[in-house]
């Protein structure tokens, strides 16, 4: 009996041993996930700063959206139309670019139209002649003098435009010497141009070559839209084809 007694006593004592073991390594697994519960956590205020309502990301969408809000368009143009003294007899059967609305000038509303930009026409303070050969005597005259002309008004608060549409017809292989006045008097820096053009011919010639010259800082896209000038009148679908390409 004291034998067995005994034994009894020491299974009985293995039995709390093994029962006491099994606590510690309980509880040395729960403090062992306390950490995982603890970058969870780090995870979860991580992406809560991406919530809706939150105070940053609002602030940036904010930023995003004023950004959109300011994108205004210019749809700056010269045309013959616009600065000419129209002489007796002159109609639109025989000089169809010089009576309102001329080529370019048509163009130009039709730009307006597509992408809701502010019109702006380029004019001068000497107007030119409404017969064709005089006017192209005088072009050529201004471009060999690499002349200036003066122009009757500037753009105000340029610095509103991010994108700027320029218009302008062909005369003597390049474009009209009041283009230039335009550009070298109105900051196109940083600005998004597009150029569109009514000519004879000679096409484009050198006319995005002088432009490009004028506003090396402008990002002039090479899109461009061009037509003859007999064919403006009708281009309207040709001019709302070209806008819709250039994403507007």
């Known amino acids: 009996m004291p034998m067995q007694k005994l034994f009894s006593l020491l299974l009985a004592f293995s039995l709390v041993l093994s029962i006491a ?23 979860s ?22 950004g959109e809000q300011t994108n205004h368009i210019l749809v700056a143009y010269f045309s013959w139309a616009d600065n000419a003294i129209l002489a ?24 307006q139209e597509e992408t809701g930009g502010e019109l702006f026409s380029i004019q001068v303070t000497d107007p030119y002649p409404s017969d064709w050969d005089e006017c192209l005597a005088r072009a050529n005259q201004e471009r060999g003098d690499q002349a200036r002309p003066e122009l009757i008004a500037n753009v105000e608060n340029m610095e509103q435009y991010d994108t700027v549409f320029l218009g302008y017809p ?26 569109f053009c009514s000519h004879g011919t000679g096409g484009l010639a050198n006319s995005v070559e002088q432009i490009t010259d ?6 002039i896209s090479d899109n461009i839209f061009h037509c003859y000038e007999e064919d403006a009148a009708s281009s309207q679908e040709d001019i709302r084809n070209w806008i819709a390409e250039l994403g507007y």
């Open 88 to 111: 007796e007899g002159v109609d639109a059967v025989t000089s169809p670019s010089v009576v309102s609305p001329g080529n370019v000038q048509q163009l130009a509303g039709w730009v």
């Open 45 to 66: 205020e991580s992406d809560g700063a991406a919530e809706p309502g939150d105070s940053d990301a609002d602030a940036n969408l904010s930023d995003t959206n004023s």
């Open 214 to 219: 004028a506003a090396p800082a402008a990002v």
């Open 21 to 43: 073991a099994c606590g510690n390594s309980g509880s040395e697994s729960d403090r062992s996930s306390e950490p995982s519960s603890v970058i969870s956590g780090q995870a």
């Open 170 to 195: 062909n005369w003597w292989y390049g474009v009209p010497m009041a283009l230039l006045s335009f550009i070298e008097q109105n900051d196109l820096s940083g600005k998004q141009v597009y150029l």
